[in-house]
């Protein structure tokens, strides 16, 4: 029997030789294929690239093949290469799309099958429904060329994506002040596509890069898996005190995520970090457009948007929402709670790199370490924030647990009165304080998450352990 391919947040992610076979992938490429050629692209370009997962890059390979097999010509990356990268080839190839192999922050047992539309950025909810209702039952229903012929007529042409990408960065920030910081900068690639970039466009001055987890083993050993939240970043964090650096950078297995570390080796948060980048663009570079957020970020981002006088626009969880809004809308900062970042000017796709050199930048334009940054934050918007969140295994009928859910109309979580409950895309619960408690079900695994935000630093715990109570997980 055939593996059931269903599209979650931004495509299909499985198990390694359970699910997620090379016929599992062929399925997945002649559906976007076919997808494609529905829209009348036959003969235009796709970029297919991978991450450094077992077998990417044959998975890839696989990929192209189909690709090239029904009519679409592919430029194949010729190494793993950060996502972002992947999806700026896209808009510099005038391409009609693209395929990433990537399961980007998932266990080292997985892999998965991304797509991305002309644009660069992630396909909408109706676009992936299309794709996924095009994949063929098994197969027969896939066509494919073989790949050194197709390779030979010019239909599969393998190319380094990172030239273009490197101009477009440069046409965004100039770096040679960061270079010429003396900074010392810790930077984590996770054993992922994001070794060697900060190296690469930052040689050349002062400022001392220094690199750890940045060669290619797909067991991603010192981490339960590539994502850049603790305990994963706990090993990155000491180095930083260890190397007396002035701050961590860390990338996710893709690099299309980014997290931080302060020159204390004291992590910042997701939330905190998509409150700093926002306020780097708003203050700093004096910009101004509107802040795209899921509900699962941060309402720093709403006391900036009043402050500076512009639109924030709250989405369902995950790019799918966040990219076509941001195009919509020419939206300033896109972003979500798992550390993904998306800028203008840029594709509208996370880009861990890009959010790395902005943060950099920031600290060089204000003289200030990771930690005076965040005073300076929580100055502006009224006082510290503090956000946590567990992600536990699901298990029995999703229906009775949402059920439970929305039957159990608390009055107060964690001490504090609840205001409203807001169903875009799971149950938040919304506090006196403004703060926030969210319960979801992941779209690429079978957990549940609960996550919190509130200015009540002593009340984080008690309103996560009440958000499980709600959910019926204890």
């Avoid at 499985?14 to 529905?38: H, P």
């Avoid at 992947?86 to 998932?106: F, L, P, Q, R």
């Avoid at 273009?164 to 992922?192: C, F, R, S």
């Avoid at 408690?437 to 509130?454: N, Q």
Wanted: proline share 4%; net charge negative; glycine share 12%.
């Amino acid at each position: 029997m055939s593996t059931t391919i269903k599209f979650g947040t931004d495509g299909w992610r499985g198990k390694i030789a359970d699910d997620y076979t090379f016929t599992s992938v062929r399925r997945c490429a002649q559906g976007f294929a076919s997808y494609l050629l529905d829209k009348g692209k036959k003969d235009q370009w796709v970029v297919v690239g991978y991450d450094k997962r077992f077998d990417s890059e044959h998975f890839a390979a696989a990929a192209a093949e189909v690709l090239a097999g029904n009519g679409l010509r592919v430029y194949l990356t010729e190494g793993a290469t950060p996502t972002p990268v992947i999806s700026y080839a896209v808009v510099a190839k005038k391409a009609a799309g693209a395929v990433n192999i990537t399961a980007s922050h998932n266990p080292p047992t997985d892999n998965g099958f991304k797509v991305r539309d002309e644009h660069g950025g992630a396909i909408d909810p109706a676009g992936l429904e299309e794709i996924e209702a095009r994949i063929p039952a098994d197969e027969s229903g896939v066509k494919r060329a073989d790949f050194k012929q197709a390779q030979a007529e010019g239909k599969i042409v393998v190319f380094d994506a990172a030239p273009d990408y490197i101009t477009h960065i440069n046409q965004l920030l100039d770096l040679q002040p960061i270079k010429e910081a003396g900074l010392t900068v810790l930077v984590d690639a996770m054993w992922g596509n994001g070794a060697g970039w900060f190296t690469r466009l930052l040689d050349g001055g002062s400022t001392k890069i220094i690199e750890i987890h940045n060669t290619r083993n797909p067991l991603f050993p010192e981490m339960k898996r590539p994502e850049p939240i603790p305990p994963n970043v706990n090993v990155g964090l000491q180095a930083t005190v260890d190397n007396k650096a002035d701050v961590l950078l860390i990338n996710d297995g893709d690099a299309d995520r980014v997290g931080f570390g302060d020159e204390r080796g004291e992590f910042i948060d997701q939330l905190r970090a998509y409150g700093l980048l926002a306020y780097y663009l708003l203050e700093i570079r004096g910009a101004r457009g509107p802040i795209v957020k899921t509900l699962s970020t941060t309402t720093m981002l709403n006391k900036l948007g009043k402050i500076y006088g512009v639109e924030v626009i709250e989405t369902g969880v995950g790019f799918k929402y966040v990219a076509p809004k941001m195009l919509e809308v020419n939206a300033l900062i896109g972003g979500e709670e798992s550390g993904g970042y998306a800028f203008r000017g840029n594709v509208p796709e996370r880009d861990g790199i890009l959010a790395g050199l902005y943060f950099l930048d920031f600290m060089v334009q204000t003289g200030k370490k990771p930690s005076e940054l965040l005073d300076m934050l929580f100055e502006k918007v009224g006082g510290a924030h503090y956000y946590d969140r567990i992600d536990t295994p699901f298990k029995g009928d999703r229906q009775e647990k949402i059920d439970r859910i929305l039957s159990a109309n608390p009055e107060s979580i964690g001490g504090l009165k609840v205001t409203e409950l807001v169903t875009i895309d799971g149950y938040q619960f919304r506090l006196e304080d403004g703060g926030w408690l969210l319960i979801r079900f992941s779209g690429t695994e079978p957990i549940i998450r609960v996550y919190c935000e509130t200015m009540h630093k002593d009340k984080v715990e008690a309103i996560l352990q009440d958000g499980l109570n709600i959910a019926g997980i204890k």
